[in-house]
């Protein structure tokens, strides 16, 4: 059975940090790009930051230097280190897998993503 199981969030206040995790299982991790995405009430979701198979990073204007995504394929998981919070990054982050066929690749687009988990609140008060 896949999943993706996203823990870490809770209640911070701005100028904080917070460190999401992914654990993965059911599926060969080291073969997917991870991505995390947020969505923020009222609002649709949103990409935050991919990373490859090899490692290649990609983040959205919005969090990058502030936000830093990174993966352990030996423990079939993946993080995303929140610093510098402020409000506007308040939401439900999720992550996802996507079945990738080269090493370096990796997106923002939701709909290639295979495999999503349900997600943990981040909430950032001013």
């Known amino acids: 059975q896949v999943q993706l199981v996203e823990s870490g969030g809770g209640l911070v206040q701005a100028g904080g940090s917070l460190r999401l995790s992914c654990a993965a299982s059911?599926?060969?991790?080291?073969?997917?790009?991870v991505g995390w995405f947020r969505q923020a009430p009222g609002k649709e979701r949103e990409f935050v930051a991919a990373?490859?198979?090899?490692?290649?990073?990609l983040y959205s204007e919005s969090v990058r230097g502030r936000f830093t995504i990174s993966r352990d394929n030996s423990k079939n998981s993946a993080h995303l280190q929140l610093n510098n919070l402020k409000p506007e990054d308040t939401g439900n982050y999720y992550c996802?897998?996507?079945?990738?066929?080269?090493?370096?690749?990796?997106?923002?687009?939701?709909?290639?993503?295979?495999?999503w988990g349900q997600g943990t609140q981040v909430t950032v008060s001013s």
């Open positions: 990373i490859s198979r090899a490692g290649a990073e």
């Open positions: 996802a897998a996507d079945r990738t066929h080269h090493p370096d690749y990796t997106t923002f687009v939701q709909a290639e993503y295979d495999y």
């Open positions: 059911g599926f060969t991790f080291s073969s997917y790009a």
